[in-house]
């Protein structure tokens, strides 16, 4: 089984930075992708940034609002990956969810709330 922990979400004022966190732990022989999406309230989850297996990154720009403001980074020795996020506008507001893809499989976290107030 594996584990996903998300952290560092919280309440910004417009403008400011957070920097999320994503620990994948469990039984993992190699991790596959690692990643980021957000779901504001009453909208469909979207993807905002990932990376593959190695230091190899897949996209960051998935998303054309936060180019320029997010950076996604992977610790490969510790399974977890960052998104250091500045900048932040209201509309950046969401539960951030960190989706892992490791032997074929995926699992979620279980979110973690970003609220950027203008």
């Known amino acids: 089984q594996v584990q996903v922990v998300e952290s560092g979400g919280g309440h910004v004022q417009a403008g400011g930075s957070l920097r999320l966190s994503c620990a994948a732990s469990?039984?993992?022989?190699?991790?596959?992708?690692m990643g980021w999406y957000r779901q504001a309230p009453g909208k469909q989850r979207e993807s905002v940034a990932g990376?593959?297996?190695?230091?190899?990154?897949?996209?960051?720009d998935y998303v054309d609002s936060v180019k320029g403001r997010f950076t996604l980074s992977r610790d490969n020795a510790k399974n977890t990956v960052y998104l250091e996020m500045n900048s932040l506008k209201p509309e950046d507001t969401a539960v951030y969810y960190c989706?892992?893809?490791?032997?074929?499989?995926?699992?979620w976290g279980q979110g973690t709330q970003v609220t950027v107030s203008s």
């Open positions: 989706y892992v893809l490791t032997s074929g499989r995926g699992y």
């Open positions: 469990g039984t993992i022989f190699s991790i596959d992708f």
């Open positions: 990376i593959t297996s190695g230091s190899r990154t897949v996209y960051t």
